[in-house]
């Protein structure tokens, strides 16, 4: 027990450490050959109609590539029907902003004219410093949106560059499955083809699991909006599903601007339910998550929660995802018995029996 764990603890150190330095130069690479495997099944679909593997690939890529096309057509066509009516009530609240800014500093400065003279300096210095802070973030918030904005040329390249290498390493799967095996001694293939298997399978979990809470999170919104009788209950639902997956940020991305939103518009009980209802979101998709990560990956829910949390201390934001797929890999490590070859010391890999076969 105690050496798994300290495999694992090495596992996802050495994994942090790989991930950091290789990651940026070949995620479009390493997303391609996610792809590749994920469409392998519908490929193998078209192989059935006697076709070449090159035709295959590129109809299934046709196929699952106009699926989602279709997904994210509806979805913005919804987004910009809602925000061009938002856009014709800008004007109304940008004069509302300015009436509750007017009036809350009618109220600050009539509750410092009934002040002592220090206390009066003192509570208007920590509003200026106050609002000297806010100046601070919204101009870092700016900034921050200007960067990723100079960032979209580059993911539309990693986009371009994954889908050509998506086309590449489907179409020769089975080579590079064949080469790998190749470079593995025989002894071993049958280990190898139950991890493979479970990585891949648990890895479908991960990604079924996250579409899973996403969905929960947006019906949530949904219902919680409608209780509500808000405006734009689509728009908000949908970002709300689509950042859920976001590790730290979530839902927040969505919630946050908009309780701010309607704190300056002078909508203060709409804030507080808005509050309520991000409130109820962050807990349900929170206790949710281990259990259905737990059920999809075919891993204990207690040991997804330990990945989340080892993987967030060693990684920061990333570590909520490369934390459960290096208990992924662990786990499949397991299932093929490869640390009993690893610590039976002086047994060629060779002799070493597996106990469910009837050799």
Known sequence: MIINVAILVATLII????????????LPFVLGLILAVA?????????????SRTAATAMAMLVTLSILGIIIWLAISTLIVELARFLANLPHFTRVIETQSILFAEKLQSVTEGLPPEFAGHFNKNIENLTAALSDKLSMLIKDTLEYITT????????????????????????????????????????????????YWASIGFI??????????????????LFLHTDYIVTISLLGGLFSPVPVLGVGAVFIPLIVF??????????????????????????????ILGENMGIDPLSVLISLYAGYELLGVYGFILGPFTLITYNALLKA????????EGVRPAAYQDPDSDE
């Open 15 to 26: 994994a942090a450490i790989a991930f950091k330095l290789v990651i940026p130069y070949l």
């Open 39 to 51: 469409i392998d099944p519908v490929v193998n679909l078209f192989l059935r109609f006697k076709i």
């Open 152 to 199: 979209l040329p580059t993911l539309f390249l990693i986009v371009v560059i994954m889908l050509i290498a998506t086309f590449f390493l489907s179409k020769d799967l089975v080579k590079i499955k064949n080469r790998v095996a190749s470079l593995i001694p025989r002894e071993f293939h049958s280990k190898l083809r139950i991890m493979t298997d479970h990585l």
């Open 208 to 225: 079924k699991a996250q579409i899973i809470l996403s969905i929960i999170s947006a019906l949530v919104i949904m219902v919680g909006l």
């Open 262 to 291: 309607n704190l300056m518009t002078g909508n203060n009980f709409l804030a507080l339910w808005l509050l309520v209802l991000f409130a109820i979101v962050v807990v349900i998709k929170h206790s949710l998550e281990p259990k």
């Open 337 to 344: 018995k490869a640390f009993a070859w690893i610590f039976q």
